[in-house]
C-alpha cells in the first residue's frame, strides 16, 4: 500500500478522536530543532590541541572512525546528516569551534568574524544558530573552576569570554534575522564535600550578573543558563545547581535551560516545564538520554523523552520553548546518531501534536478520569508513524529504515579517508 493511502487511512482516524493531522504537520513544520555541532566530533573543538581535554567537562567514550576534525568536515557531515532529516533545523554552536582567524583570538577576545565560515554556512543551508561560550577544555579551566573561581583574574577571564558570546550571538542573530539562544553552561564543582557551598555561588551569581550588565541586544540573542546535578569529578557539589540557576533565571528573567541528562534518574523533566515557565520568560531544552547518570546518550524516543517534547506542544507554551540537542556518542557513526537523535526529537513532537488533548483536558474538567486513561492510552496506538512518514515525504526526505543506507555510503566514500 502507498504511504499516501495508508495516510489517508490514519488521517481519518485521528479525526475520529478529533485530531486535525494536517494541523498538526503544519504545526510542526514550524518547530526548529537545533542540532549541537560537538555530536560531529567529541566536543574537541577547533582550537590548539593542547586546550582540548583540559578541564574538559563533557566525556564522549568510543572510537568509531570518521570523526570531523576540521571545519570543512563538520560542515560536510552536517550536511549529510541534515539531509536525512525533515523540516527546519537550527545549529547549535560552541565557541571553541570558532573558524575564521589565524592565529584565533583567546576565547575572551573572540568576536563574530571568527565565526564568519559558520555564517554563510548557515545561510547557505538555511539554518539558524544557536550559541554557548565555551567554559571548560581551556588551560584556565583545569582545576574544574571558571566564572565562582576564587582566583578574581580567572573569574574575569570566563566573564569577558561570556560576555563575547553575547556580543557574538546578537551579531548573529542580526544577520540572519533569526534570534540566538546563548546558553552558559560551566563545569564548577567539587570532587569532594565542600566546606562552603555558599561562597562560589555568590561568586557565580556575581560573574552571571556582571556578564548580563552589558548591553547586548534582547531582541537578537536569548541569554539561557544550564544547570547540572553532577559530572564526573564534580560528585559532591556543583555551584550551578538546579535551584541555583532557577531562582537566578526567574529574578533576572532570562531563559533556563533544562538538559534532560541534568537531574536525577527519577525525576520528570516534562513536569518541570509547567512549573518553570509560570516564573521564567523562555525555556531552552537540551533533548538528551541519560542512561543511570548524564551519560548524554542518543536521544530515544523513549518515554520519559517522549514526555517532554509532548508537554512542550500541548502545554501551549512551543512559542516559549526552544528545543535544543544535546548528546555526544563517539561509539556509533557520528552522522546516524544526528540522524536518529534529531529525528526522533521531531517524532516527539509530532506526537505531542497528534495527541486529543483538547478532549482530554474536557475529560479532565469534567472528572471523567476513567475516560481520560482510556482515550490517553489508546491514543498511543493510533498510526502516528504513517503521519510521519507523510510528513518525511512531503519534506522529500528518506522515511523511516530508508536513510540508513546513504549514511553507510557516506561512511565508505567519506569517512574511511579520515
Ligand atoms: C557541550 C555542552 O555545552 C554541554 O553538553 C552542556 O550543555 C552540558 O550538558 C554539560 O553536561
Ligand atoms: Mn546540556
Known amino acids: 500500500?502507498?504511504?499516501?493511502?495508508?495516510?489517508?487511512?490514519?488521517?481519518?482516524?485521528?479525526s475520529a478522536v478529533g485530531v486535525d493531522t494536517e494541523a498538526a504537520l503544519e504545526a510542526l513544520n514550524e518547530i526548529p530543532v537545533s542540532m549541537h555541532c560537538w555530536q560531529g566530533d567529541d566536543v574537541d573543538g577547533f582550537e590548539a590541541p593542547e586546550k582540548a581535554g583540559a578541564g574538559n567537562g563533557c566525556v564522549a567514550t568510543g572510537n568509531y572512525l570518521g570523526k570531523?576534525?576540521?571545519?570543512?568536515?563538520?560542515?560536510?557531515?552536517?550536511?549529510?546528516?541534515?539531509?536525512?532529516?525533515?523540516?527546519?533545523?537550527r545549529l547549535n554552536l560552541h565557541a571553541n569551534y570558532a573558524t575564521d582567524g589565524s592565529p584565533?583570538?583567546?576565547?575572551?577576545?573572540?568576536?563574530?568574524?571568527?565565526?564568519r565560515?559558520?555564517?554563510?554556512?548557515?545561510?547557505?543551508?538555511?539554518?539558524?544558530?544557536?550559541?554557548?561560550?565555551?567554559?571548560?577544555?581551556?588551560?584556565?579551566?583545569?582545576?574544574?573552576?571558571?566564572?565562582?573561581?576564587?582566583?578574581?583574574?580567572?573569574?574575569?577571564?570566563?566573564?569577558?569570554?561570556?560576555?563575547?558570546?553575547?556580543?557574538?550571538?546578537?551579531?548573529?542573530?542580526?544577520?540572519?534575522?533569526?534570534?540566538?539562544?546563548n546558553n552558559i553552561w560551566i563545569p564548577d564543582g567539587y570532587k569532594d564535600t565542600p566546606a562552603d557551598r555558599m561562597a562560589p555561588r555568590v561568586r557565580l551569581m556575581e560573574s552571571l550578573d556582571a556578564i548580563l550588565a552589558e548591553d547586548v541586544s534582547k531582541k537578537w540573542n536569548i541569554d539561557a543558563v544550564e544547570s547540572k546535578l553532577f559530572g564526573i569529578g564534580v560528585e559532591s557539589y556543583t555551584v550551578?545547581?538546579?535551584?541555583?540557576?532557577?531562582?537566578?533565571?526567574?529574578?533576572?528573567?532570562?531563559?533556563?535551560?533544562?538538559?534532560?541528562?541534568?537531574?536525577?534518574?527519577?525525576?520528570?523533566?516534562?513536569?518541570?516545564?509547567?512549573?518553570?515557565?509560570?516564573?521564567?520568560?523562555?525555556?531552552?531544552?537540551?533533548?538528551?538520554?541519560?542512561v543511570r547518570w548524564d551519560s548524554d546518550h542518543?536521544?530515544?524516543?523513549?518515554?520519559?523523552?517522549?514526555?517532554?517534547?509532548?508537554?512542550?506542544?500541548?502545554?501551549?507554551?512551543?512559542?516559549?520553548i526552544h528545543v535544543g540537542l544535546d548528546f555526544f556518542d563517539a561509539s556509533i557513526n557520528r552522522i546516524a546518531a544526528w540522524v536518529i537523535g534529531t529525528r526522533n526529537a521531531k517524532k516527539g513532537l509530532l506526537k505531542g501534536l497528534l495527541q486529543p488533548t483538547k478532549q482530554l483536558r474536557e475529560l479532565e474538567q469534567a472528572g471523567d478520569y476513567t475516560s481520560?486513561?482510556?482515550?490517553?492510552?489508546?491514543?498511543?496506538?493510533?498510526?502516528?508513524?504513517?503521519?510521519?512518514?507523510?510528513?518525511?515525504?512531503?519534506?522529500?526526505?528518506?522515511?523511516?529504515?530508508?536513510?540508513?543506507?546513504a549514511v553507510k555510503r557516506y561512511e565508505q566514500e567519506e569517512l574511511v579517508k579520515r
Not at 500500500?1 to 485521528?14: C, D, H, I, T
Not at 528573567?253 to 518541570?272: N, W
Not at 523523552?305 to 512551543?318: D, P, R, Y
Request: glycine content about 6%.
Open 104 to 115: 584565533l583570538p583567546e576565547r575572551n577576545e573572540l568576536t563574530v568574524e571568527n565565526f
Open 117 to 181: 565560515s559558520w555564517i554563510d554556512w548557515a545561510k547557505a543551508n538555511q539554518f539558524g544558530i544557536d550559541f554557548n561560550p565555551t567554559s571548560f577544555s581551556h588551560p584556565k579551566a583545569e582545576d574544574g573552576f571558571t566564572l565562582s573561581h576564587k582566583d578574581v583574574g580567572i573569574r574575569q577571564f570566563w566573564i569577558e569570554h561570556c560576555i563575547a558570546s553575547r556580543k557574538i550571538g546578537a551579531a548573529i542573530g542580526e544577520e540572519l534575522n533569526s534570534p540566538v539562544v
Open 240 to 290: 550551578g545547581s538546579s535551584e541555583f540557576y532557577l531562582g537566578y533565571a526567574a529574578t533576572r528573567q532570562i531563559a533556563l535551560c533544562l538538559d534532560a541528562g541534568h537531574f536525577h534518574p527519577t525525576e520528570s523533566v516534562a513536569d518541570k516545564i509547567s512549573a518553570a515557565l509560570l516564573y521564567v520568560p523562555e525555556l531552552l531544552l537540551h533533548v538528551s538520554r541519560g
Open 298 to 320: 542518543v536521544v530515544a524516543l523513549d518515554d520519559p523523552t517522549t514526555a517532554i517534547l509532548q508537554e512542550c506542544v500541548s502545554s501551549g507554551q512551543m512559542d516559549r
Open 372 to 405: 481520560r486513561l482510556a482515550m490517553m492510552e489508546d491514543a498511543r496506538s493510533l498510526p502516528w508513524g504513517t503521519v510521519w512518514n507523510e510528513y518525511c515525504e512531503r519534506q522529500q526526505t528518506a522515511g523511516d529504515n530508508q536513510w540508513l543506507g
Open 68 to 89: 570531523a576534525s576540521n571545519p570543512a568536515e563538520l560542515m560536510a557531515d552536517l550536511e549529510q546528516a541534515a539531509s536525512h532529516i525533515p523540516g527546519p533545523l
Open 1 to 14: 500500500m502507498k504511504n499516501s493511502s495508508m495516510y489517508e487511512f490514519a488521517r481519518e482516524q485521528f
